[in-house]
């Protein structure tokens, strides 16, 4: 985890200084785990030692966890790895299960009794897909990419289910995508894309008509 880390700093231009840990955190850092939990790695940096624009910043580094999730596919024993840098300064929900890799040890603990806190953590994931589906849609992604990235929280939903019950984290998590209306996004940017590109908006240049005639 270290070396995926370090290496998404470096293919992201966060000098190593600016790294103050690196922790894993989300499902498999917690007792809501299951075979379709992603590993959560977020390096936690000093932004103000990256750049002097902190606005700008914290765009630039949505982006880089956006190219890492759709030109990569790293995965520790078949679990995926996703990688998102935090300031050292950002709120994290209380009681959220985060450990340190840099250090070895724990800084929050499991609950093995999480209901006081899951609402937080189902708010949490929820937020992070929420933003890298509107991302993906604002820069306009092909049309494959987003039906892909449904069948995958179908996917984790179905895994949920199977493993657990309909009130286990990744299907509240599911639910809760679905009622904000995440899922029907992507289903109005596929098919407006669908038939943007089954449609004819202009009438063809005389030009254009005369080298098909001529064809």
Same mark, same amino acid.
């Given at each position: 985890?270290?070396?995926?880390?370090?290496?998404?700093?470096?293919?992201?231009?966060?000098?190593?200084?600016?790294?103050?840990?690196?922790?894993?955190?989300?499902?498999?850092?917690?007792?809501?785990?299951?075979?379709?939990?992603?590993?959560?790695?977020?390096?936690?940096?000093?932004?103000?030692?990256?750049?002097?624009?902190?606005?700008?910043?914290?765009?630039?580094?949505?982006?880089?966890?956006?190219?890492?999730?759709?030109?990569?596919?790293?995965?520790?024993?078949?679990?995926?790895?996703?990688?998102?840098?935090?300031?050292?300064?950002?709120?994290?929900?209380?009681?959220?299960?985060?450990?340190?890799?840099?250090?070895?040890?724990?800084?929050?603990?499991?609950?093995?009794?999480?209901?006081?806190?899951?609402?937080?953590?189902?708010?949490?994931?929820?937020?992070?897909?929420?933003?890298?589906?509107?991302?993906?849609?604002?820069?306009?992604?092909?049309?494959?990419?987003?039906?892909?990235?449904? !069948?995958?929280?179908?996917?984790?939903?179905?895994?949920?289910?199977?493993?657990?019950?309909?009130?286990?984290?990744?299907?509240?998590?599911?639910?809760?995508?679905?009622?904000?209306?995440?899922?029907?996004?992507?289903?109005?940017?596929?098919?407006?894309?669908?038939?943007?590109?089954?449609?004819?908006?202009?009438?063809?240049? !005389? !030009?254009?008509?005369?080298?098909?005639?001529?064809?």
């Amino acid at each position: 985890m270290k070396k995926i880390a370090l290496f998404w700093a470096n293919n992201s231009n966060v000098p190593p200084g600016a790294i103050k840990d690196i922790v894993l955190t989300g499902g498999n850092a917690s007792y809501f785990y299951n075979d379709k939990s992603d590993l959560d790695l977020h390096l936690i940096v000093d932004k103000s030692k990256i750049s002097d624009c902190p606005e700008l910043l914290d765009d630039y580094l949505r982006a880089q966890k956006k190219l890492w999730a759709l030109e990569h596919d790293v995965k520790i024993y078949d679990v995926p790895v996703e990688v998102y840098a935090e300031d050292i300064d950002d709120k994290t929900p209380a009681g959220q299960a985060r450990y340190s890799v840099k250090t070895n040890k724990w800084i929050q603990e499991p609950n093995e009794n999480p209901n006081p806190i899951i609402t937080r953590e189902i708010k949490a994931k929820v937020t992070s897909i929420g933003n890298f589906i509107n991302d993906l849609i604002r820069d306009g992604v092909k049309p494959e990419i987003l039906r892909d990235y449904k !069948e995958k929280l179908y996917d984790m939903r179905s895994t949920a289910l199977r493993s657990d019950n309909e009130y286990s984290f990744d299907a509240l998590v599911f639910k809760s995508i679905r009622n904000k209306g995440y899922l029907s996004k992507i289903d109005t940017y596929i098919r407006s894309n669908t038939d943007e590109m089954l449609s004819l908006k202009k009438k063809m240049s !005389e !030009e254009f008509v005369k080298q098909l005639e001529s064809l």
